[in-house]
């Protein structure tokens, strides 16, 4: 085997994955690997894979095949969720994979990468419970403005369609401490955002109930660091949105102003089926309840179309339920059967793809004309902006305003990673776009 000097990673699904991602990059580094941009100049390949949806998993086959027909000497690993929903399935299927990380093994990533190396078979590390060490682990982001930081890992809800339970094991919320401290540490570093994220983060704490300690709490105890002018969190159930949490985000000046609220279906029918644990009425007045609280805030959802035997009436519902509650930003998924899933073994996924489409569709425009008419009205209006970085066209800057909406402005690159008033002069799709005052 010749020398190791490279590797390239690509990450796959969501905020966690990432962050997974720069705790994998951070020890690879510290092992005196440089990072790539391209698999042709790597000597090891990860990919640190989704399994939410099959077109998640596909991209990752895809490129396993890819991978099949022309290896050359290069080591390829498999990390994250596919390598804990499928085990060994992908080592047997596909021989020229040398390696599997699952999701509470981050820390080994090392590790297994040497004994791959001596004993030249395929390995793998795949453990359902929390890996302790990663409690007080730092990773090195690329980005320098703002970061995410793991406070809870795990889900121990049972929606029916969801494989999360399975490629992460339950809910272990991280000490306090530990996350105050990374916190304090970013902050030093200069950084003015911080992401808290989970599977659910207002499970926070729940699982240690001898320390009274709970997800506003700490919201609390994060408010008071210096120089950290952001804070959000990502991503919630509906049913642990509480009133402490609503009353969180009025009061704490750095807690920004949005709520990921994922519905997922209007219709009772649906819910039930997909063991939201909550009805349509119930959410409606939580989010009502939010909005009579913190009147700017605005809120998110994500949403599933086409579950089995959802019906047209069904649809209906969700869709008057988006429209009256004008989500702020959405994400609509067509349903995907996951494998040993509730709903997978069921039921039959007797929604055609079409109709699936055809649904998924008709919110999409939906909420494009909601988003027109919310971003016109916001014409003339003055928001502050968090300067991220310069837009892809490399002409304007671009950042976000405390209510998550992204916003393009001209300005010297010396506004970067600071906080500017923009006033905002018109849109295009679900961008605003603003000018300096
Ligand atoms: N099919 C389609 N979408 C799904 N999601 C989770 N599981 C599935 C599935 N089996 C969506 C949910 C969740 C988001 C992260 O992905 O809307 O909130
Ligand atoms: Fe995908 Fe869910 Fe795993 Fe994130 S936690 S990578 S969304 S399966």
């Known amino acids: ?10 990450t796959y699904g969501c905020q966690m994955n990432e962050l997974d991602s720069e705790i994998l990059i951070t020890q690879l580094k510290a092992r005196n690997l440089a990072q790539v941009e391209t698999e042709t100049e790597a000597d090891i390949i990860l990919l640190n894979t989704c399994s939410i949806r099959d077109l998640a998993e596909k991209k990752v086959l895809g490129k396993l095949y890819e991978y ?11 990390c994250g969720c596919m390598a804990m929903s499928q085990k060994e399935t992908l080592l047997k299927k596909f021989p020229h994979l040398d390696f599997l990380i699952g999701t509470n093994n981050l820390l ?9 190396l ?15 060490e990663l409690e007080n682990f730092y990773a090195t982001r690329d980005n320098k403005i703002k970061a995410s930081i793991a406070i809870i890992r795990g889900c121990n809800n049972h929606c029916s369609y969801c494989i999360v339970p399975q490629t992460r094991g ?8 530990s996350i105050i401290n990374e916190a304090k540490y970013l902050a030093n570093l200069g950084y003015k955002e911080i992401t808290l994220l989970g599977q659910n983060v207002n499970s926070y704490g729940l699982d240690k109930p001898d320390q009274n300690y709970l997800f506003p709490d700490l ?5 008071k660091i210096d120089n950290i002018d952001r804070i959000r969190f990502m991503t919630s159930h509906p049913k642990d949105i509480t009133k402490d949490l609503m009353y969180a985000i009025r009061d704490l000046d ?23 644990s909550y009805s349509a009425e119930e959410y409606l007045e939580k989010v009502n309840l939010l909005k009579s609280i913190t009147p700017n805030a605005t809120i998110g959802t994500d949403i599933i179309v086409g579950f089995p035997n959802e019906t047209d009436e069904d649809f209906e519902k969700t869709y008057k339920l988006f429209e009256l509650i004008e989500y702020d930003t959405a994400f609509i998924f067509a349903y995907s059967p996951r494998q040993k899933t509730y709903a997978a073994r069921k039921f039959e996924d007797n929604i055609s793809n079409e109709i699936k489409q055809k649904r998924l569709q008709k919110l999409l425009k939906l909420f494009h004309s909601i988003l027109e008419k919310k971003y016109k009205a916001l014409i003339g209006s003055k928001k502050e902006v968090l300067v991220e970085s310069l837009n892809k066209d490399g002409i304007y800057l671009k950042g976000r305003t405390r209510e998550f909406e992204k916003v393009i ?13 923009v006033e905002i002069t018109g849109f295009s799709y679900q961008t605003l776009k603003g000018k300096v005052i």
Request: with cysteine; hydrophobic share 30%; net charge positive.
């Open 1 to 10: 085997m010749k020398d190791l000097n490279t590797f390239y990673i690509r």
């Open 68 to 78: 099949k027909k022309d290896k050359k000497d290069k080591i390829i690993g498999i």
């Open 108 to 116: 080994d990533i090392t590790k297994v990468l040497d004994d791959f």
């Open 118 to 132: 001596s004993k030249n078979t395929q390995m793998k590390k795949l453990d359902i419970d929390y890996e302790k």
């Open 170 to 177: 339950k809910e272990v919320s991280r000490d306090s401490k």
């Open 219 to 223: 919201l609390y105890d994060l408010n």
């Open 254 to 276: 750095k807690l920004c102003e949005f709520v990921h609220f994922p519905v997922q279906s209007g219709s009772n029918k649906v819910l039930k089926e997909m063991r939201r």
């Open 409 to 421: 402005f001209k300005g010297d690159k010396s506004l970067i990673g600071k906080l500017q008033i």
